[in-house]
Nanobody
Framework: QVQLVESGGGLVQAGGSLRLSCAAS????????MGWYRQAPGAQRDLVAA???????NYADSVKDRFTISRDNAKNTVYLQMNSLKPDDTAVYYCNTSPPLPGYWGQGTQVTVPS
C-alpha cells in the first residue's frame, strides 16, 4: 500500500525558511523520480521540484534558486528546503512520484506566508 506522509509546513514570515519532509512507503523509492507539488486555493496542483534517481534536480521557474529538493534513499524520504519564502508560496505542499501516482496523494502540509 502506497503511503506518502508530508510534514514540516507552518506559518512563516516573508523571507523566512522551512524544510518539508515526505516519508514514502509502498513504492520502490530508489527507482522513482520524486517530486514536490503545491496547490494554492482555487488553483491547480503544480510540480515545483523534482529529484531524479541519481540526484539531479529540476525546478519550476518560480522557485528556482530559492528551493532545494533532495532525497535520502536509505530513509525513503524526500526533502524540500524552502528559503526566501514569499506570500505567493502559500499553498498545500504534497510529494509524489513524477509523474504522480494518481489516487495516492497524501494529506499534504500547509505552508502559509502572510503578505
Amino acid at each position: 500500500q502506497v503511503q506518502l506522509v508530508e510534514s514540516g509546513g507552518g506559518l512563516v514570515q516573508a523571507g523566512g525558511s522551512l524544510r518539508l519532509s515526505c516519508a514514502a512507503s509502498g513504492i520502490d523509492f530508489r527507482l522513482n523520480v520524486m517530486g514536490w507539488y503545491r496547490q494554492a486555493p482555487g488553483a491547480q496542483r503544480d510540480l515545483v521540484a523534482a529529484v531524479l534517481r541519481g540526484g539531479s534536480t529540476n525546478y519550476a521557474d518560480s522557485v528556482k534558486d530559492r528551493f532545494t529538493i533532495s532525497r535520502d534513499n536509505a530513509k525513503n524520504t524526500v526533502y524540500l528546503q524552502m528559503n526566501s519564502l514569499k506570500p505567493d508560496d502559500t499553498a498545500v505542499y504534497y510529494c509524489n512520484t513524477s509523474p504522480p501516482l494518481p489516487g495516492y496523494w497524501g494529506q499534504g502540509t500547509q505552508v502559509t506566508v502572510p503578505s
